[in-house]
């Protein structure tokens, strides 16, 4: 179970995380399954396509339904409207691809999930956090959830690094 992406897409994603600083930032991911045997299984290599900024839409009113606690902003939370994430399905269906995952940053913060991050997310996609720092990628993981509702951490490979053929993040 590893994520593969390139440097340029490794570049595109934190450009644009830095960008909306100190908001969190967050985008859609597409790509292709590398299936490890003959079924797809949970645990499947997933290789980017392409990945792609949307806006974040978060508000107070997305959240209230699940009761959590304090008050948030755009500083801690992010959302993505619906109706993008259909329109980005469906033109990544016409092209063979398919949304595997969701990116996202967190300002001033780990990147680990959040309580909040776990309780939206779904078990298919890959959730790759960027920590920025005062501006600045600290960190890169991802988090796929387990059989049990648990973020498991998801090795990141980025491919065609200038430094190195292949390096591992985490
Ligand atoms: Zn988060």
């Known amino acids: 179970m590893v994520i593969h992406l390139s440097q340029t897409q490794y570049n595109r994603i934190t450009q644009a995380l830095v960008s909306v600083y100190p908001q969190e930032g967050c985008g859609l991911i597409l790509g292709q399954r590398v299936f490890l045997g003959a079924a797809p299984r949970a645990d499947d290599d997933r290789r980017v396509e392409a990945v792609i900024p949307v806006e974040n839409s978060w508000n107070p009113a997305v959240l209230e339904d699940l009761d959590l606690e304090g008050a948030h902003s755009l500083r801690d939370r992010y959302w993505i409207d619906p109706v993008t994430?259909?329109?980005?399905?469906?033109?990544?269906?016409?092209?063979?691809?398919?949304?595997?995952?969701?990116?996202h940053s967190h300002p001033d913060h780990p990147a680990v999930p959040s309580e909040c991050d776990r309780r939206l997310a779904w078990p298919v996609y890959s959730y790759l956090i960027a920590s920025v720092t005062q501006g600045q990628i600290t960190d890169l993981q991802s988090w796929r959830l387990n059989e049990a509702e648990q973020f498991q951490p998801e090795p990141v490979k980025i491919l065609g690094s200038s430094t190195n053929n292949s390096q591992l993040l985490s």
Not at 85 to 103: D, H, N, P, T, W
């Open 85 to 103: 994430m259909l329109k980005v399905q469906r033109s990544a269906r016409s092209q063979g691809l398919e949304i595997i995952g969701i990116y």
